[in-house]
């Protein structure tokens, strides 16, 4: 049996650094930098900066 390959893209959450839990899920490629992006958290009403966290597999 052939090993299996690795995906090209990585999914990804973006969560807010104004710490409420919010969380936006997203794909970069597997090379590149980490991603970081201000977008909109609801929860605090404000745009705010979103830094990567690595999606954890479940099971």
């Keep these: ?28 490629p597997r090379v590149g930098p980490k991603l970081s992006a201000i977008k909109y958290d609801p929860k605090v009403k404000q745009r705010v900066l979103f830094v990567e966290s690595r999606k954890t597999k479940k099971g």
């Design 1 to 28: 049996m052939a090993a299996k390959t690795k995906a090209k893209t990585l999914i990804v959450r973006l969560i807010s650094t104004a710490q409420t839990g919010f969380f936006y899920t997203t794909q970069r």
